[in-house]
């Protein structure tokens, strides 16, 4: 999350991410990339977001990460995950179960349907701590309220014996929260975890999250659409569109100078509250968000990009550095100038 | 000064809670309690709340697809809720919804055509033979074409179900739409085209709109005027950019703030709200926000704000601001 004080120290990135790709076997015959090539990599203490649209890869890259792909029709096909310099693509299911809950923690975007409905939340908790900890049932009921306390519910120990429809979706998402970091993971995975929610909670957690990353230290790769969200909380974005990252680089960078149209087109469509501009008509990006059974040939926005030319029809663009740590999947980013946003 | 189309006057509306062996009305959920506004002929009014605030519920009962408990919605000077079935006919020709899933808003079994077509035959508008075509103009007029005619919703993206859904409800020519969160289920990038839409419609057929949102940056982009609700009442209505540069009461500014702004670095200065919006069944005594609000004193559980004018057009209901 955004802090005063500089940017974490590099090094060994907590979380590797190289070269991923997904496959879904929808029938014998079909099968689609849901992700496809990604690569990205998170420093302890650091917030990347990974920005896109419903379709763009951007859930499926943290079910992958957390090794939760549906069994059967969804697998790993390529590339690699490591944690810690540890590859994780390759271990079994019980090897797994070791990594989440205690290395990488997930919040989920619905708590209502991915909190289990017939435990108390107390339990649920517990439960998680008994199994990477050691600890008793009566010390893990203890730890229990004690993270229900960290992310401010009142009253936690009458809160611990609630059973998830006795709370309030706020609520509900901080004791999702709490479990997340009951083990004190060193990666928090986020998906979504504040659009079914209201504003005035949304404030509430973005608070919550970046308190506990600064007192745990924890990396947080945080899954959003909403580009305010982005500018609060993230250190690092990431872009994705048809199941590739079309453009990555540092917050600031990003929202000044975004290189890809895609990128620029999702800047400029939103209605920004407040400002002077938000009365003259949005820039909307025409067409729709491509199906991942029909993607088009060449670079994967172009049917929709107004810049596009002839090569962007055939040939798909790699990744490719424009310094400072900026990665832009564009032929054409070494011609085009998209306006740079002012700061306003 | 002209008569508003819509008068809103008191409107209250309690679900009942049953209970015990014989399912007697126990308690009451008061979704709305005591809503009065006024919108006048061209207006675009945004309706804005966290959930749980009554807004959609206001929506639905001017409509009457929720009966009114109390008080009274006057429509070109005529209080719809008194009306009888079919007096109520003519006017739910006038008065039409834009509904927010544009998944489950369309009739899968059915081909756009008739969807289309089923309204202007209910309210027998134009000879059956010119139907077609005005099916095929209203897509026209919402960014698809004729041959969309003959598919069916899933063959659509969500974007074009919404324009499918506002066709829908442009083909009886209404005066005054409800759209409630019409781009709220949408892509950020599609968000922008439906907006467009609108603002376009507006513009080329006068239209009378009730947008009830809670993205307030799509709000405030959209609307002349906003009214701010907090569990079934009021707080607060001023005009879009009034209400911006100058919000009056305690809910409003900690809304507002608590809006994140998509620039780094950037951050408004947070009124951080405590808790959650309370239950509407046992709502709080005098002013409902007084349990999250910086500001409450003990006058505050005494008394019902009224909404009094804090400047031209810009009413609040606060008893500590002025």
Known sequence: ?344 | MTIPLLQVENLRKYFPIHGGVLQRVVNNVKAVDGVSFDINAGEVVGLVGESGSGKTTVGRTILRLEDATDGAVRFGGTDVISLGASDMRAYRKRMQIIFQDPYASLNPREKVRDILVHPLKLHRIGHPSEHEDRAAALLEKVGLSRDHLDRFPHEFSGGQRQRIGIARALAVEPEFIVADEPVSALDVSIQAQVINLLEDLKSELDLTMLFIAHDLGVVEHICDRVIVMYLGRVMEIASASDLYARPNHPYTKALLSAVPIPEPGKRRKRVMLKGDIPSPINPPSGCVFRTRCPMATDECAKVVPELKSVGKGHTSACIHTT
């Not at chain 1, 420093?43 to 939760?68: P, Q």
């Not at chain 1, 009458?158 to 929260?177: C, F, K, L």
């Open chain 1, 1 to 344: 999350m955004r802090h005063d004080n500089p940017a974490p120290s590099k090094g060994t990135p907590l979380l590797e991410v190289s070269e991923l790709q997904t496959t879904f076997d929808l029938s014998k015959k079909l099968s689609i990339q849901a992700v496809d090539g990604v690569s990205f990599k998170v420093h302890a203490g650091e917030t990347l977001a990974i920005v896109g649209e419903s379709g763009s890869g951007k859930s499926v890259t943290s079910l992958s990460i957390m090794g939760l792909l549906p069994k059967d029709i969804g697998r790993v096909s390529a590339g690699s995950i490591k944690l810690d310099g540890r590859e994780i693509t390759q271990l079994s299911d019980n090897e797994m179960r070791e990594i989440r809950g205690k290395e990488i923690g997930m919040i989920f975007q619905e708590p209502m349907t991915s909190l289990n409905p017939v435990h108390t939340i107390g339990q649920q908790i517990a439960e998680m701590i008994i199994r990477h900890q050691n600890l008793s049932k009566a010390n893990a009921r203890a730890r229990a309220i004690e993270m229900l306390e960290l992310v401010g519910i009142s009253e936690p120990a009458t809160r611990v014996d609630n059973y998830p429809h006795e709370m309030s979706g706020g609520m509900r998402q901080r004791a999702m929260i709490a479990m997340a970091l009951a083990c004190e993971p060193r990666i928090l995975i986020a998906d979504e975890p504040t659009t079914a929610l209201d504003v005035t909670i949304q404030a509430q957690m973005l608070e919550l999250m970046q308190d506990l990353q600064d007192k745990l230290g924890m990396a947080i790769i945080f899954i959003t659409h909403d580009l305010g969200v982005v500018a609060e909380v993230a250190d690092r974005v990431v872009v994705m569109y048809g199941g590739q990252v079309v453009e990555t680089a540092s917050v600031e960078d990003i929202f000044r100078n975004p290189r890809m149209p895609y990128t620029a087109g999702l800047m400029n469509s939103i209605p920004r509250l407040g400002s002077s501009i938000s009365k003259k008509r949005l820039e909307a990006i025409p067409g729709t968000v491509p199906a991942l059974t029909s993607l088009p040939d060449g670079c994967r926005f172009h049917p929709r990009c107004a810049h596009a030319t002839s090569v962007c029809t055939t040939d798909l663009p790699v990744l490719e550095e424009a310094g400072d740590d900026h990665m832009i999947r564009c032929a054409r980013w070494r011609e085009l100038s998209l306006n740079e946003r002012q700061a306003s």
